[in-house]
């Protein structure tokens, strides 16, 4: 790949239509782990909308872009099983007021904070930037939240419901994946600035060699997965089953 078809490839990408879209659907990422780990035929299947992963994104673009708030769309609504909400949504994932009301005490508690506020507004830093690399012999894309190169660190904002437990977390969302993916793909360690949710405590973690590994063994059984169920010409994924003693 040379140089210039790299760059015209990221400027794709760098659009969320075609990032998400069958254009960026040619990379593996690590939002496909999960299913290669435990479903490989689920791969590329779209999920339903969740709420938290509106109201997730609304955090994201409140700290990053928060320009692009007026995109998302919030009803006055207490729950989503209202009349009002059902009337308004036209049946849509909308987000609630309150949510919104949350989100934003969340952004201003995380940017009160001096040392977080530091990392995100750092002169010398990107904001949800692109990019592609071969990793474990397949080509991986991912989007970093925040590439800090003064501090030479890809940064990753994440909320949580408990804080106390964001280590089960972690291993849970395969955030160790996205430590290693993103760390080869961006060549700075990766950090994650968390809130919790509920008591708005604030969290800066970074990740030991045992945690990237960790990473790396689940990207190399996801590779293993993905070549055996889509390039391997020999392989019928209708025999597949899953053997077990219990």
């Known amino acids: ?6 760059k015209e490839i ?6 969320d239509e ?3 879209g069958d254009f960026g659907k040619k990379y593996l990422s690590n939002s496909d782990i999960s299913a290669l780990l435990t479903n490989p035929l689920a791969l590329g299947k779209p999920s339903e909308p969740r709420p ?7 955090f994201h673009t409140a700290i990053l872009e928060p320009d692009k708030l007026k995109k998302y769309k919030v009803i006055p609504s207490s729950t989503r099983n209202t009349k009002a909400y059902k009337e308004m949504s036209g049946g849509e994932l909308c987000l609630l ?6 989100i ?6 995380m940017l009160d904070n001096t040392v977080c506020k530091a990392m995100i507004r750092d002169a010398n830093t990107e904001y949800e930037l692109p990019s592609i690399k071969e990793i474990e012999g397949e080509m991986w894309k991912g989007k970093a939240d ?3 190169h003064n501090e030479k660190l890809v940064i990753d904002l994440k909320t949580t419901a408990d804080i106390t437990k964001f280590k089960w977390s972690a291993s849970k969302y395969n955030y160790d994946s996205q430590a290693y993916i993103y760390s080869e793909l961006f060549g700075y360690e990766m950090v994650f600035i968390v809130i919790d949710k509920n008591n708005h405590q604030l969290g800066i973690v970074d990740f030991s060699p045992e945690f990237y590994a960790k990473g790396q063994d689940k990207v190399q059984r996801a590779v293993e997965s993905y070549r055996l169920f889509y390039k391997n010409d020999n392989f019928d994924p209708k025999q597949y089953f899953i053997n077990k003693t219990l």
């Not at 790949?1 to 790299?6: A, G, H, L, V, W």
């Not at 938290?52 to 609304?58: D, E, P, Q, R």
């Not at 007021?97 to 949350?102: S, W």
């Not at 934003?104 to 508690?109: A, G, I, N, P, Q």
């Open 1 to 6: 790949m040379t140089n210039k078809e790299r």
């Open 10 to 15: 990221l400027k794709r990408l760098d659009n």
């Open 18 to 20: 075609d990032y998400y």
């Open 52 to 58: 938290a992963f509106l109201v997730g994104g609304y």
């Open 97 to 102: 007021q309150h949510e919104v009301d949350a």
């Open 104 to 109: 934003e005490l969340m952004t201003d508690k």
């Open 146 to 148: 925040i590439v800090n």
